[in-house]
């Protein structure tokens, strides 16, 4: 319950901060990314982004997810992509999205895109991989 409540706190606060900014239909690229005037800004955004993903997982779940042979696969390829950014902190992530986001072809790469290549590129995929999901994001993108 408890977790319930974080979560709808960080989407609480994220909201809040978006309406406050007039921006809750912009898309969240990089172009977005680049407006946001504070770290701490910054920081609110990926707090929610991340608690995000947990919630993204859990609506994913069979309806019948005790008894669904899905549910521990799902869980197991969930937790075993979130353990690569575990030990980056909310600070550290900022500064690779406003590094990977210098480069002008990616602005109109979403966030959480981003966030998913940058957790790819920590997780050690082959370069090739890379340079093929990175071509994916900026076509596909924005």
Known sequence: MRIAI?????????????DEKGERTENRTGEWWKTIETDEEKYIYLTGLRDGALLGMLYSLPKSAENSPCRPKLMQTYLQRDTVLASVTTAALARMLDEFYQDRANARVMVPAAVFYISRRLAGDPRKVLQDLLE?????EG
């Open 6 to 18: 974080g979560v709808f706190c960080c989407f609480a606060a994220v909201a809040a901060f978006a």
């Open 136 to 140: 994916s994001l900026r076509k596909n």
